[in-house]
């Protein structure tokens, strides 16, 4: 059974579903996909709003249960009730990105996706945190999947060595001005 679980691979299947509000969010939620991406995780966006179509976010949630896929985000900004709306529908973890657009600077969003009655919950990333979105939800999936474990061990020591190479550039143009 474990050896199973061991092979288990994440290449072919889509294992995070992204929902976002508004075409307009696109060129922020993208980032959360090319993350996924980095990381092998095959993942899909949809454009659908709990306030404008809450229907087509309703029917993708159970395409998504019979599909397989194992992890929803939830992206909204200014009323950002999607990723609660999701969360009421599902018992598969939901992951909140609220964005920053609107005259709010994101204060609205956050509240809006992270303020959830108890037996709720929304697992609410910063502002905009679309990088931390995607490893969040890499993180929950890593624990069945070796290989995407695998890759975020890659990717921390990725991060690490270029927040190192930063850091000495920075002391040496200090020390030479
Ligand atoms: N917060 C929500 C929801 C929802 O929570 O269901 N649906 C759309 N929106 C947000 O409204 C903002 C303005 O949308 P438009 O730019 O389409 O007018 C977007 O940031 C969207 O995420």
Same mark, same amino acid.
């Given at each position: 059974?474990?050896?199973?679980?061991?092979?288990?691979?994440?290449?072919?299947?889509?294992?995070?579903?992204?929902?976002?509000?508004?075409?307009?969010?696109?060129?922020?939620?993208?980032? #959360?996909?090319?993350?996924?991406?980095?990381?092998? =995780?095959?993942?899909? #966006?949809?454009?659908?709003?709990?306030?404008?179509?809450?229907?087509? #976010?309703?029917?993708?949630?159970?395409?998504?249960?019979?599909?397989?896929?194992?992890?929803?985000?939830?992206? +909204?900004?200014?009323?950002?009730?999607? +990723?609660?709306?999701?969360?009421?529908?599902?018992?598969?973890?939901?992951?909140?990105?609220?964005?920053?657009?609107?005259?709010?600077?994101?204060?609205?969003?956050?509240?809006?996706? #992270?303020?959830?009655?108890?037996?709720?919950?929304?697992?609410?990333? @910063?502002?905009?945190?679309?990088?931390?979105?995607?490893?969040? @939800?890499?993180? =929950?999936?890593?624990?069945?999947?070796?290989?995407?474990?695998? $890759?975020?061990?890659?990717?921390?020591?990725?991060?690490?060595?270029?927040?190192?190479?930063?850091?000495?550039? +920075?002391? @040496? $143009?200090?020390?030479?001005?």
């Amino acid at each position: 059974m474990a050896k199973k679980a061991a092979s288990k691979s994440s290449d072919s299947k889509t294992l995070v579903g992204i929902l976002t509000g508004s075409p307009n969010d696109l060129p922020k939620v993208i980032k #959360v996909q090319e993350t996924l991406t980095e990381l092998g =995780i095959h993942s899909e #966006v949809v454009i659908a709003s709990a306030h404008r179509t809450p229907a087509k #976010v309703f029917a993708y949630i159970d395409r998504a249960h019979a599909e397989g896929v194992e992890v929803l985000i939830g992206c +909204a900004g200014v009323a950002a009730h999607l +990723a609660g709306v999701i969360a009421g529908h599902t018992r598969l973890p939901v992951i909140g990105l609220p964005l920053g657009n609107g005259p709010l600077s994101g204060w609205d969003s956050l509240l809006s996706t #992270v303020q959830m009655p108890p037996g709720v919950p929304v697992a609410t990333v @910063a502002v905009d945190g679309t990088r931390n979105a995607a490893i969040l @939800a890499a993180r =929950i999936l890593a624990i069945k999947y070796p290989a995407i474990d695998k $890759a975020l061990a890659k990717l921390a020591e990725e991060d690490r060595k270029r927040y190192d190479q930063t850091a000495e550039e +920075a002391l @040496a $143009a200090v020390s030479k001005g």
